[in-house]
T-cell receptor
Framework: DTGVSQDPRHKITKRGQNVTFRCDPISEHNRLYWYRQTLGQGPEFLTYFQNEAQLEKSRLLSDRFSAERPKGSFSTLEIQRTEQGDSAMYLC????????????FGEGSRLTVL | GDSVTQMEGPVTLSEEAFLTINCTYTATGYPSLFWYVQYPGEGLQLLLKATKADDKGSNKGFEATYRKETTSFHLEKGSVQVSDSAVYFCALSEVGNEKLTFGTGTRLTIIP
């Protein structure tokens, strides 16, 4: 039984560089979510997909952020021109249709922007 | 907008003590309520949920009751174990909305 996997687990980059995170959800789950978590805070919603369609985006997702789920399976989250304020844990989660709120989370991808 | 307020931590208890972690919420409608737990080195996991007023969610000896009149969903356990040491997050989602709104989390440490 494979859960949600995220790659890379840790990324250190310099300000202004682009980074991309990948998420592989549980195979039978059609919904996929991205959240961001900073130290001492709870996860904050960024965006979600149903199959390949991106159905909602948070205002937290600035123009420098883009997420895709091209074939309704894995997803990528790209951050362009990173800023120090982007340093956070980026969490991916998936769920089945009809199970609202019942998310299965990956272990996260930690981004440090120097 | 929706928000969740959690009891601030960290909380340290002795093994077999009674646990309460307070959670209150603000929502425009009638949300579903959740407790998630994050054990050290692991991803967030759903612990329990309740979808309507007076529902009680329970799992692994933990319980929480959806109280609409006090807009609360406090987490309780009668006798905690060292293995319960983790960070606990209260969360809500509005009906028809896929987004979860989380509280800030409460770190719980159980001492043998």
């Amino acid at each position: 039984d494979t859960g949600v996997s995220q790659d890379p687990r840790h990324k250190i980059t310099k300000r202004g560089q682009n980074v991309t995170f990948r998420c592989d959800p549980i195979s039978e789950h059609n919904r996929l979510y991205w959240y961001r978590q900073t130290l001492g805070q709870g996860p904050e919603f960024l965006t979600y997909f149903q199959n390949e369609a991106q159905l909602e985006k948070s205002r937290l997702l600035s123009d420098r952020f883009s997420a895709e789920r091209p074939k309704g399976s894995f997803s990528t989250l790209e951050i362009q021109r990173t800023e120090q304020g982007d340093s956070a844990m980026y969490l991916c989660a998936s769920s089945k249709r009809g199970a609202a709120g019942e998310l299965f989370f990956g272990e996260g991808s930690r981004l440090t922007v120097l | 907008g929706d928000s969740v307020t959690q009891m601030e931590g960290p909380v340290t208890l002795s093994e077999e003590a009674f646990l309460t972690i307070n959670c209150t919420y603000t929502a425009t409608g009638y949300p579903s309520l959740f407790w998630y737990v994050q054990y050290p080195g692991e991803g967030l996991q759903l612990l329990l949920k309740a979808t309507k007023a007076d529902d009680k969610g329970s799992n692994k000896g933990f319980e929480a009751t959806y109280r609409k009149e006090t807009t609360s969903f406090h987490l309780e356990k009668g006798s905690v174990q060292v293995s319960d040491s983790a960070v606990y997050f209260c969360a809500l989602s509005e009906v028809g909305n896929e987004k979860l709104t989380f509280g800030t989390g409460t770190r719980l440490t159980i001492i043998p």
